[in-house]
């Protein structure tokens, strides 16, 4: 039964997991995260033959969270060797590790080739030539996709549109590099082609972006079966679905994805060729909602006439993204829950940073020190982009759902601060 003026999240009272678990506290929703899971199959796997979802890890991926995405049937898309390993040691089956990144480094790439993992999207002028070393050391072939930048500009903040020319991202598709590389891809016996990748941006709502990049791919796929007769088999529409922070209208996977299926099976048609393969990579859409953070109030400033700053145990530590981004949340008071909101206040960190503010201007009802604050929709990039500044400790992580928790990921304690620290013998 959940009881009244408390905060409840996947069937948890909030305040009760911030006095089991202490705080701050990252809480994710198994139930919410599987939901997304279950629409992605029922709108775009289920109803599309030969597609995959590589879930994009760098939103969100401790071990726990591999594991509900390979029991889920999903693919992973990784950007390092940390989360190469991470995927390898949860037991993540390589065929369905993809590995995105525009440096890939010397070992990283020899980490997937060794493991055998699904996919390589080429990101660099001279990332072929290395990845062909290697697998001729390792005596391996690997699939590969070549990452496009479109030249489309998505509307979002500037930090998270990846697919304009100027970007460090992607192959320009006017270049004569992208050409040879394809060229030299497709005639390595190392090498087996694909096809193409693109990813113009994260948190996007307009499907508009979306449908001009792929015409731009589309024409690409013309040029190189015209150029070296060998057809794209397969095409990655990268990620970037947008999601609920404040009062954003969350699109549906279908307004994506539908149209840009449609446009894909009507130049095959024309084109007469067989449909690539269609492969998407979503992160923030998966595990944003399914994330809240949790804290404690303390500090209450009042400045007569220019605002009350609320402090909370955690910050820019926890969530960078409001100090970088300047994103926008919205919280409330998890014990006052049905409580009329009667002041405006500011929530802030702890970190020594004036930038350091994750709510300005938030109705609640009134504040006091003890208090149990929770921040929604901060599943991704909260936890995966946690630092530890001011040596504050990285917090833990609960796994809920029904009414049930486990942790999923340890909070930090002091000596993990100190863990790699050396004092030399001369000082
Ligand atoms: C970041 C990224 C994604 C995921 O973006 P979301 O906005 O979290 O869906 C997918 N693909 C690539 C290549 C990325 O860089």
Same mark, same amino acid.
């Given at each position: 039964m959940e009881e009244k003026n408390k905060l409840y999240f996947d069937g948890c009272d909030v305040t009760e997991l911030a006095k089991?678990?202490?705080?701050?506290?990252?809480?994710?929703?198994?139930? =919410?995260?599987?939901?997304?899971?279950?629409?992605?199959?029922?709108?775009? &796997?289920?109803?599309?033959?030969?597609?995959r979802v590589a879930y994009a890890a760098k939103a969100f991926f401790p071990m726990a969270m591999a594991k509900i995405a390979e029991r889920e049937g999903m693919c992973v898309d990784v950007v390092s060797g940390g989360e190469l390993y991470t995927? &390898? %040691?949860?037991?993540?089956?390589?065929?369905?590790?993809?590995? @995105?990144?525009?440096? /890939?480094?010397?070992?990283?790439?020899?980490? =997937?080739? +060794?493991?055998?993992?699904?996919?390589?999207?080429? !990101?660099?002028?001279?990332?072929?030539?290395?990845i062909e070393e290697i697998c001729k050391e390792e005596n391996r072939r690997i699939s590969v996709l070549f990452r496009v930048t479109p030249g489309i500009k998505a509307d979002s903040h500037d930090y998270i549109v990846t697919g304009k020319k100027d970007s460090k991202f992607g192959f320009p598709l006017d270049d004569e590099v992208l050409q040879d590389q394809i060229s030299r891809a497709i005639q390595s016996e190392y090498i087996d082609f694909k096809g193409l990748h693109f990813h113009i941006g994260s948190q996007l709502f307009d499907n508009g972006p979306y449908l001009q990049a792929l015409d731009i791919i589309l024409e690409?796929? +013309? %040029?190189?079966?015209?150029?070296?007769?060998?057809?794209?088999?397969?095409?990655?529409?990268?990620?970037?679905? #947008?999601?609920?922070?404040?009062?954003? $209208?969350?699109k549906s996977y279908s307004y994506f994805l539908d149209p840009m299926m449609e446009k894909m099976e009507k130049?095959?048609?024309?084109?007469?060729?067989?449909?690539? =393969?269609?492969?998407?990579?979503? #992160?923030?859409?998966?595990?944003?909602?399914?994330?809240?953070?949790?804290?404690?109030?303390?500090?209450? /400033?009042?400045?007569?006439?220019?605002? %009350?700053?609320?402090?909370? !145990?955690?910050?820019?530590?926890? @969530?960078?993204?409001?100090?970088?981004?300047?994103?926008?949340?919205?919280?409330?008071?998890?014990? +006052? =829950?049905?409580?009329? %909101?009667?002041?405006?206040?500011?929530?802030? #960190? +702890?970190?020594?940073?004036? #930038?350091?503010? &994750?709510?300005?201007?938030?109705?609640?009802? $009134?504040?006091?020190?003890?208090?149990?604050?929770a921040i929604f929709s901060t599943g991704a990039y909260g936890y995966s982009m946690a630092s530890n500044y001011n040596r504050n400790c990285i917090p833990p992580v609960v796994l809920v759902k029904e009414g049930k928790s486990r942790l999923i990921v340890k909070g930090q304690d002091y000596e993990d601060l100190l863990r790699n620290d050396i004092i030399p013998e001369d000082l």
């Open positions: 089991e678990y202490g705080t701050p506290l990252y809480v994710m929703s198994e139930t =919410a995260i599987v939901g997304k899971f279950s629409q992605l199959k029922e709108e775009f &796997l289920d109803k599309y033959e030969n597609t995927a &390898l %040691k949860a037991g993540f089956p390589p065929e369905r590790i993809e590995f @995105n990144g525009n440096n /890939k480094l010397p070992d990283e790439l020899r980490l =997937a080739v +060794k493991n055998g993992i699904g996919r390589i999207i080429v !990101d660099g002028f001279s990332e072929l030539e290395r690409l796929t +013309k %040029k190189i079966r015209e150029k070296f007769g060998v057809d794209v088999s397969e095409i990655n529409f990268g990620g970037g679905f #947008g999601i609920q922070y404040i009062d954003e $209208e969350r130049f095959c048609r024309e084109e007469g060729m067989e449909r690539p =393969a269609v492969v998407i990579e979503p #992160g923030r859409s998966i595990v944003g909602e399914a994330g809240i953070s949790v804290y404690t109030i303390g500090q209450i /400033k009042d400045i007569k006439g220019v605002r %009350k700053y609320v402090s909370v !145990d955690g910050g820019m530590t926890d @969530n960078i993204r409001p100090a970088l981004y300047q994103s926008l949340y919205t919280g409330v008071i998890a014990n +006052k =829950a049905d409580e009329e %909101k009667t002041e405006t206040v500011t929530i802030c #960190g +702890k970190c020594c940073e004036s #930038g350091d503010i &994750l709510i300005r201007d938030l109705k609640v009802p $009134e504040p006091e020190q003890g208090d149990i604050f």
